[in-house]
Every structure is written in structure tokens, then in C-alpha cells.
């Protein structure tokens, strides 16, 4: 025993011989909850545990993502003694003990979904859960919930883009109008898109402040070139290093050539940079080496104008104001999409008389282009690019078809086949693996209802009438993005109230919310006449006998309940089980909602069987696929307790 004592003070002691360097660095390698259980041992551990610069390495190393509010940048410029790094850790992680209360909320009801995900994304929590959110995403999906954890992590995580995304377009309405601007507004176009999801405005400024800087060191003469110089040794490299830019619309016969938005550049498998964000690069990169670079809207292919500095010529020659009517020493064009060298003006104004149809005003069209302009442009040329896209694919596959919705008495929507299914339903009908898409697309009319207003020549000439895309917004909106109404009544309410769709908008936000909030009714099946006729139950995995498509049951009834209208156009009487077979709420691998009979259904009990298409969606209604019963574990109980 005197032994075993005298051994145990030998141990505590080595902390009182360590330095702190150490201890320090030993206790860097030790989760939180460890520290925090070791700095009770000794009080030289204490001590060292309350050391700023251990705090300020756990801050950094388990939290990527921080609220504006912390200011973090400012404090990682302090010497490491004024920054309060532990209290700093003690608040991200009661954010997260918080955020997890309110997450759990959503994963265990049905109901207030749109409520809670708006307070997560809100004051209280805001871009300080994206680290949380992400490690959601990366949920493992055959455990627990981790299904739903990955699907609500990714709406959650959604929202918060979006509504960074769009502060930032609101601001080019309050006169934001410089190139960071421009850079801004395109990049924000891209956190509407899922393959986005780790980044966001501050990762892709720290990746342009990297481009300059490995383009700065590869310019050992740049302080003494002339700004032509400059401007065309920085084209050249924008050129050859792809700065910014993901294109997520798949190639198709006639996608505008001057459509795309801005993110991080980290694969083959992007396709080519469109002419607006290689401008975009170089303007962006321009503005932060202090020259004056600016986009101009030339047609079919943006351009960049270049200013020298006041008083100096393109070649760096001191000139009195009156020496500067040389249009070829007072500025410069570049093409940094399709060109190394310099584009003479005469170039450009030839290529104008070609565009005459075009161009109204050709000298307009040689002067830089507002940002909000060009923002809106880059929208429409995506809408136009999407939809182009879901033509050409509906077109070369007859397994697609759109819909319209039906709502049956109980309460659920069905899907009619429509007569024209592009006119109908651009935005719905085509779901399967499209994430992206849908989100560019989204994305895009996000901007035409901000910008439409003020930009209404751009609009009329795209042939785009502001009603319209209000109608086809609200149908994103209510189809997809539902957690987007109060984001939606918060901007149409500050800013566009005035306006008759403003205010039906609005309207129809508010009713999204109280719809979200009601008690849905229970379906239990407590009577026996029920088990008998309801075969199938909620999260089994099926194939359609007649038309082969994989769906998942959602919901429930015993017998058709479909309208009337519905039930002669699907001629559900002349199936053999009739209106009085139990019908079945689905959704398709395409995510569209269906209504089937009980008679098409042919059960899949093998996840393998399982589109790859459904994994990023189904966690909306299932928490994890159950391999002994060979269906996917609902997350729907309070509608069909017993299912």
C-alpha cells in the first residue's frame, strides 16, 4: 500500500517538474471534456489549462465556421493573451447543446419544422451551427437516425446560405455597387447549390486572397510594371488558374453561352468557366492588387475594362488630364475567357456593328456594366439554361413525365399527369439527382424577383414578365423550399411590399407557416377491418407493376379518397380493385407524390434495390432503413402510430 501511495504522488508530481510548454502540448491532443476532467488534478494543470493559447488551438481545430458578431478575424490579429479564447469555446459549445435541443425537436414531430429551422438559422445560433450542421450531414446512414440527421442537417445548413445569399443581393439595391460587390453576388449564387455545402463567401475570399498571393509570387517585377503590364500579366494568369467558378448546368443544345455562377473550382469533372466568371476573377483579383478593373456586358462574351491610376497613362507615363484623349493609353480591354492579349477597341466597336440587331446604344456597350446588371443577366441566363436542360432531357426520355398536384379529401396531394409537363411544372418535374440544378434554378429567381424591379429592360428582353417568375418562385418556394417562407416574408415585407404579388406572397408565406404548425390527423390501425385491407405500411420500398418506377409509402387510405375529377381521368374504376382498394401515398425516386393502388404495389425488401437518387431526400420521412424488416424506419408516427 505505501508503495502504490508513494507511486501515485511520484506521478502527480511530474506536472509540478514539467514546463508548461509541455503540459500544454499535451493537453492540445486531449478532447475538451478530458481537459476540463485533468485540469481538476493538479493546480499546475489548472493553470496551463487556462492558458489562452491552448483555448485559441481548440477554438481553431474543432470550429471552422464563426458568426460575424465573434470577430474573429480581429482577434486572430491580437496577441493571443487579449483574445478571451476560452470563454469564446465555452459560448460555440452552448450553441451547440442549444442547437441539438432544437434539432432533436425537428427530427422527433412533424409539425413546426419550418418555426425551428428558422430559429436555428437565426440571431440566436446563425452561421456559428454550420460546423455542426455539417457533421450531420456526415451522418451514418445505417445508424440510429442518421438519415434524418443528414437531410434536416443539409436543410438547415440550406437556409443559412441562403439567407447570407440573398443579404447580399439586397445590398446592391441599397447602392453596393463595387467590384467586391460583383465578386460577392456571383459567389452567393453558388451557396444556393448543394455541392456547395462546405463552402461560402469567407472560404472563397480566403481562396482568392491565396490566388493573389501565389500570383504576386510568381510577379517578383510587379511594383514596377506599367498598369498595361500589370493588367495583362494577371489576364494571363487568370487564364491558366481558374480562380473561381463551378458551372452546374449540364451541357444541352442552346444554354446560353454567358450563363454560370461562382464557387470554389476543385474537380474535372466542372465543366468549363463561362466569360462572366473568368471577368469576375480577374476584377475581383484586380481589386485587391489596387488596380481599377470593371466588367463590361459586351455581347456573348463579358469583357474587362482597365483604368490607370489618376494622372498616369496604361504605361505608366505621367500625363497632364488634357494628354489623356488617347483612348489607347486612358484604357485597355481584355478578354480573360478567350484571350491572352489585349482587345483593340476597333475590335470591339467591329464586333458591334455585326451585333447591330443586338445593340442599341454601341457605345453603352463599352462602358463598365453595373453590378446588379450583370447579376441579373447571370440569372437569367441560368434560368433560361435549366430549363433548357429539363426540355432536352424530358425530350430524350419518355420514362419522365411532369405533374400537377391534386388534394384529396384527406388532406394529400396526387399527381396528375399534365397535358404539357414542361409548361406546367419547370421547376418540379424533374427531381432525380438534380439537386444542384434545382438549386441554380432557385437561386436564379431569387435574383429576378430582388433585381426584377429595377432592371425591367433586361427582363422584357429576355421576354421574362415579372408576374410569371413571381408564380414560378412561389411554386419553388412551396414545392422545395418550404422553410424559405419567412425568409420570403421578411425581404417582400421590408422591401417589396408595395406590390399586389408582393403582398400575395406574403400572404401565402404566413399560410405556409400555419400549415406547418397544424396537427396532422392520426391514422392508427387499432380497427381490424383495416389491417385486413391495408396491406402495406408506412417506409416499405416498392416497384409499380405497370410503369416499373421505385416509390416509398408515405401514408395511408383504406379506400380512394381522391376527387372525383381524378378518379375518371386515372379510370380508377376500371381497375380491377376499384375505388375500394386502399390506395397509397408514394413518393417516386424522382420525388414526385403519387397516389397508387393497392394492386400496382410490388414490394423491394433489399436496400440495395434502392435508387442512389432517393439518399439525399428520404431522411424527410424515414430515420434509417431496418434490414430486418427490410423497409426504411418511419419518421411519420404521429400520422400512422402503428406502422
Same mark, same amino acid.
Given at each position: 500500500?505505501?508503495?502504490?501511495?508513494?507511486?501515485?504522488?511520484?506521478?502527480?508530481?511530474?506536472?509540478?517538474?514539467?514546463?508548461?510548454e509541455i503540459i500544454r502540448n499535451i493537453l492540445i491532443y486531449l478532447p475538451v471534456p478530458d481537459i476540463a476532467r485533468?485540469?481538476?488534478?493538479?493546480?499546475?494543470?489548472?493553470?496551463?489549462?487556462?492558458?489562452?493559447?491552448?483555448?485559441?488551438?481548440?477554438?481553431?481545430?474543432?470550429?471552422?465556421?464563426?458568426?460575424?458578431?465573434?470577430?474573429? #478575424?480581429?482577434?486572430?490579429?491580437?496577441?493571443?493573451?487579449?483574445? #478571451?479564447?476560452?470563454?469564446?469555446?465555452?459560448?460555440?459549445?452552448?450553441?451547440?447543446?442549444?442547437?441539438?435541443?432544437?434539432?432533436?425537436?425537428?427530427?422527433?414531430?412533424?409539425?413546426?419544422?419550418?418555426?425551428?429551422?428558422?430559429?436555428?438559422?437565426?440571431?440566436?445560433?446563425? !452561421?456559428?451551427?454550420?460546423?455542426?450542421?455539417?457533421?450531420?450531414?456526415?451522418?451514418?446512414?445505417?445508424?440510429?437516425?442518421?438519415?434524418?440527421?443528414?437531410?434536416?442537417?443539409?436543410?438547415? +445548413?440550406?437556409?443559412?446560405?441562403?439567407?447570407?445569399?440573398?443579404?447580399?443581393?439586397?445590398?446592391?439595391?441599397?447602392?453596393?455597387?463595387?467590384?467586391?460587390?460583383?465578386?460577392?453576388?456571383?459567389?452567393?449564387?453558388?451557396?444556393?447549390?448543394?455541392?456547395?455545402?462546405?463552402?461560402?463567401?469567407?472560404?472563397?475570399?480566403?481562396?482568392?486572397?491565396?490566388?493573389?498571393?501565389?500570383?504576386?509570387?510568381?510577379?517578383?517585377?510587379?511594383?514596377?510594371?506599367?498598369?498595361?503590364?500589370?493588367?495583362?500579366?494577371?489576364? *494571363?494568369?487568370?487564364?491558366?488558374?481558374?480562380?473561381?467558378?463551378?458551372?452546374?448546368?449540364?451541357?444541352?443544345?442552346?444554354?446560353?453561352?454567358?450563363?454560370?455562377? /461562382?464557387?470554389?473550382?476543385?474537380?474535372?469533372?466542372?465543366?468549363?468557366?463561362?466569360?462572366?466568371?473568368?471577368?469576375?476573377?480577374?476584377?475581383?483579383?484586380?481589386?485587391?492588387?489596387?488596380?481599377?478593373?470593371?466588367?463590361?456586358?459586351?455581347?456573348?462574351?463579358?469583357?474587362?475594362?482597365?483604368?490607370?491610376?489618376?494622372?498616369?497613362?496604361?504605361?505608366?507615363?505621367?500625363?497632364?488630364?488634357?494628354?489623356?484623349?488617347? #483612348?489607347?493609353?486612358?484604357?485597355?480591354? +481584355?478578354?480573360?475567357?478567350?484571350?491572352?492579349?489585349?482587345?483593340?477597341?476597333?475590335?470591339? *466597336?467591329?464586333?458591334?456593328?455585326?451585333?447591330?440587331?443586338? /445593340?442599341?446604344?454601341?457605345?453603352?456597350?463599352?462602358?463598365?456594366?453595373?453590378?446588379?446588371?450583370?447579376?441579373? @443577366?447571370?440569372?437569367?441566363?441560368?434560368?433560361?439554361?435549366?430549363?433548357?436542360?429539363?426540355?432536352?432531357e424530358y425530350n430524350t426520355s419518355a420514362a419522365t413525365a411532369g405533374f400537377s398536384i391534386t388534394t384529396t379529401t384527406?388532406?394529400?396531394?396526387?399527381?396528375?399527369?399534365?397535358?404539357?409537363?414542361?409548361?406546367?411544372?419547370?421547376?418540379?418535374?424533374?427531381?432525380?439527382?438534380?439537386?444542384?440544378?434545382?438549386?441554380?434554378?432557385?437561386?436564379?429567381?431569387?435574383?429576378?424577383?430582388?433585381?426584377?424591379?429595377? !432592371?425591367?429592360?433586361?427582363?422584357?428582353?429576355?421576354?421574362?414578365?415579372?408576374?410569371?417568375?413571381?408564380?414560378?418562385?412561389?411554386?419553388?418556394?412551396?414545392?422545395?423550399?418550404?422553410?424559405?417562407?419567412?425568409?420570403?416574408?421578411?425581404?417582400?415585407?421590408?422591401?417589396?411590399?408595395?406590390?399586389?404579388?408582393?403582398?400575395?406572397?406574403?400572404?401565402?408565406?404566413?399560410?405556409? /407557416?400555419?400549415?406547418?404548425?397544424?396537427?396532422?390527423?392520426?391514422?392508427?390501425?387499432?380497427?381490424?377491418?383495416?389491417? /385486413?385491407?391495408? +396491406?402495406?405500411?408506412?417506409?416499405?420500398?416498392?416497384?409499380?407493376?405497370?410503369?416499373?418506377?421505385?416509390?416509398?409509402?408515405?401514408?395511408?387510405?383504406?379506400?380512394?379518397?381522391?376527387?372525383?375529377?381524378?378518379?375518371?381521368?386515372?379510370?380508377?374504376?376500371?381497375?380491377?380493385?376499384?375505388?375500394?382498394?386502399?390506395?397509397?401515398?408514394?413518393?417516386?425516386?424522382?420525388?414526385?407524390?403519387? !397516389?397508387?393502388?393497392?394492386?400496382?404495389?410490388?414490394?423491394?425488401?433489399?436496400?440495395?434495390?434502392?435508387?442512389?437518387?432517393? @439518399?439525399?431526400?428520404?431522411?424527410? !420521412?424515414?430515420?434509417?432503413?431496418?434490414?430486418?424488416?427490410?423497409?426504411?424506419?418511419?419518421?411519420?408516427?404521429?400520422?400512422?402510430?402503428?406502422?
Amino acid at each position: 500500500m505505501e508503495n502504490q501511495q508513494q507511486s501515485t504522488d511520484a506521478q502527480v508530481n511530474i506536472f509540478r517538474v514539467l514546463p508548461h510548454e509541455i503540459i500544454r502540448n499535451i493537453l492540445i491532443y486531449l478532447p475538451v471534456p478530458d481537459i476540463a476532467r485533468a485540469r481538476q488534478a493538479t493546480r499546475e494543470i489548472d493553470g496551463v489549462a487556462s492558458d489562452p493559447t491552448l483555448w485559441r488551438t481548440c477554438c481553431l481545430a474543432d470550429f471552422s465556421f464563426w458568426n460575424a458578431e465573434h470577430g474573429l #478575424e480581429e482577434v486572430l490579429r491580437q496577441p493571443v493573451s487579449l483574445g #478571451e479564447w476560452e470563454d469564446l469555446y465555452a459560448i460555440r459549445l452552448g450553441r451547440n447543446r442549444g442547437a441539438n435541443g432544437w434539432f432533436d425537436n425537428i427530427l422527433q414531430t412533424r409539425t413546426h419544422h419550418i418555426e425551428h429551422i428558422n430559429i436555428l438559422t437565426g440571431p440566436g445560433f446563425g !452561421y456559428d451551427l454550420k460546423d455542426l450542421m455539417l457533421k450531420f450531414m456526415a451522418s451514418d446512414l445505417n445508424v440510429g437516425d442518421g438519415l434524418a440527421r443528414r437531410f434536416w442537417g443539409g436543410r438547415v +445548413l440550406g437556409l443559412l446560405h441562403r439567407q447570407t445569399a440573398v443579404d447580399q443581393w439586397i445590398q446592391l439595391l441599397h447602392g453596393d455597387l463595387t467590384t467586391e460587390a460583383l465578386f460577392k453576388s456571383m459567389t452567393a449564387l453558388s451557396m444556393f447549390l448543394p455541392m456547395a455545402a462546405e463552402s461560402d463567401l469567407d472560404v472563397v475570399s480566403a481562396h482568392v486572397d491565396l490566388q493573389v498571393k501565389r500570383f504576386l509570387d510568381a510577379s517578383p517585377n510587379w511594383t514596377s510594371m506599367s498598369t498595361r503590364g500589370k493588367a495583362l500579366a494577371l489576364n *494571363r494568369f487568370v487564364r491558366t488558374n481558374v480562380i473561381l467558378g463551378r458551372f452546374p448546368i449540364p451541357p444541352a443544345p442552346s444554354i446560353p453561352p454567358a450563363a454560370g455562377v /461562382v464557387s470554389l473550382n476543385t474537380g474535372p469533372e466542372i465543366n468549363p468557366v463561362p466569360p462572366i466568371i473568368s471577368v469576375s476573377s480577374f476584377c475581383v483579383m484586380a481589386e485587391r492588387l489596387k488596380m481599377d478593373a470593371r466588367p463590361v456586358l459586351f455581347p456573348y462574351r463579358a469583357r474587362v475594362i482597365v483604368f490607370p491610376p489618376h494622372g498616369i497613362d496604361l504605361n505608366g507615363r505621367v500625363v497632364d488630364e488634357d494628354e489623356l484623349g488617347d #483612348e489607347s493609353v486612358r484604357n485597355m480591354y +481584355l478578354d480573360p475567357y478567350g484571350s491572352d492579349d489585349e482587345t483593340p477597341v476597333e475590335e470591339l *466597336r467591329h464586333l458591334l456593328g455585326t451585333y447591330s440587331d443586338l /445593340v442599341q446604344s454601341p457605345e453603352a456597350s463599352l462602358r463598365p456594366t453595373p453590378v446588379g446588371r450583370l447579376l441579373i @443577366i447571370c440569372a437569367i441566363n441560368i434560368y433560361r439554361g435549366v430549363r433548357e436542360h429539363r426540355r432536352h432531357e424530358y425530350n430524350t426520355s419518355a420514362a419522365t413525365a411532369g405533374f400537377s398536384i391534386t388534394t384529396t379529401t384527406s388532406g394529400h396531394q396526387l399527381m396528375n399527369i399534365p397535358s404539357n409537363p414542361i409548361a406546367d411544372n419547370t421547376f418540379a418535374w424533374c427531381h432525380n439527382g438534380h439537386e444542384n440544378l434545382d438549386g441554380a434554378y432557385y437561386g436564379a429567381l431569387w435574383v429576378m424577383i430582388i433585381m426584377g424591379n429595377t !432592371y425591367t429592360g433586361d427582363m422584357e428582353d429576355a421576354g421574362f414578365e415579372l408576374m410569371d417568375i413571381i408564380g414560378r418562385f412561389h411554386g419553388a418556394i412551396k414545392g422545395e423550399f418550404p422553410e424559405d417562407a419567412i425568409l420570403l416574408r421578411k425581404h417582400m415585407m421590408g422591401a417589396f411590399q408595395s406590390t399586389v404579388h408582393s403582398r400575395r406572397l406574403i400572404a401565402s408565406a404566413t399560410e405556409m /407557416v400555419a400549415e406547418d404548425g397544424r396537427i396532422r390527423d392520426q391514422h392508427p390501425r387499432s380497427d381490424a377491418q383495416i389491417n /385486413v385491407a391495408v +396491406l402495406y405500411r408506412v417506409g416499405q420500398m416498392f416497384r409499380h407493376r405497370r410503369y416499373g418506377y421505385i416509390a416509398v409509402i408515405v401514408g395511408w387510405d383504406e379506400v380512394c379518397k381522391a376527387n372525383e375529377a381524378w378518379v375518371r381521368r386515372m379510370d380508377v374504376d376500371n381497375l380491377p380493385g376499384g375505388r375500394t382498394q386502399s390506395f397509397y401515398h408514394v413518393i417516386g425516386e424522382d420525388k414526385s407524390a403519387r !397516389y397508387v393502388a393497392q394492386e400496382n404495389i410490388e414490394l423491394i425488401t433489399n436496400m440495395r434495390e434502392a435508387p442512389a437518387s432517393m @439518399i439525399p431526400w428520404i431522411g424527410r !420521412y424515414f430515420k434509417r432503413w431496418d434490414a430486418e424488416r427490410g423497409q426504411f424506419e418511419s419518421n411519420l408516427e404521429e400520422e400512422y402510430p402503428d406502422d
